[in-house]
């Protein structure tokens, strides 16, 4: 198995050579930066800076500050989200291609947006955790993306990751539900393990995107249960999703 996945990354490296081609349009990098993008892709993200709901950090027009009409209505388990662009144009080719397409390094590039976001915050960070899995879906897909990503950010900080949260369901995919049915969809479905291990901490809780927030949610409730004291939200991109509740 470790054969056929060396195999694997040498084939993958041949089409998508780290740090000599943009990770988005394929092109070559005339100037290398530690984002693997070329300077039109670079430029062509949303990054979230300002005007963003203090919450759920989605985009909020450009004359709006504060809550945005969703958090007035739910009281979330964890405390803050950020992301770092919004999902729309090249970054959502780059994350399809990180989840689906066995790309992982490009957890590297991405793992940078994410610390270039949370240097803006001032939170203060005493662990790293990330969304979990189901078992079977991570050999299926190789890796989990979260995870990932929180390797590299843990690398960046010097904080520890928290690996005991587990994932009880494979659940179906979420694309297609309303923001209810996706609540509905991962109720009861983590657990936290080693609970004494991350008891009265602050958690940074790692996922690629943030849509309706129902999946990082779920697991903020049961990390609350565990006892942890603050919740902290990072995500690479945040999706609109324009459903109201």
Known sequence: MKFINKIKEIILNAFYPQHIKCISCNCELKNQNIYDMCDKCLHDLHFITNNFCIRCGQKLPNDLNGTCLTCSKINYNFDFARSSVEFKDCIVNIIHKFKYSKCKFLAQPLSYLLYDTLKLQNWKIDVICYVPLFLKREKFRGYNQARELAIYLSQYTNIPIFH??????????????????????????????????????????????????????????????????????????????????
């Open 164 to 245: 005991d949260i587990v994932r009880l369901k494979d659940t179906p995919t979420q694309t297609t539900l309303s923001r209810k049915e996706r609540y509905d969809n991962v109720k009861d479905c983590f657990k936290v393990n080693n609970k004494s291990a991350i008891k009265n901490l602050n958690v940074l809780l790692i996922d690629d995107v943030f849509t309706s927030g129902s999946t990082v949610n779920e697991v903020s409730k049961e990390l609350k249960k565990a006892g942890v004291n603050k919740i902290y939200i990072l995500t690479v991109a945040h999706a609109e999703f324009k459903q109201q509740i």
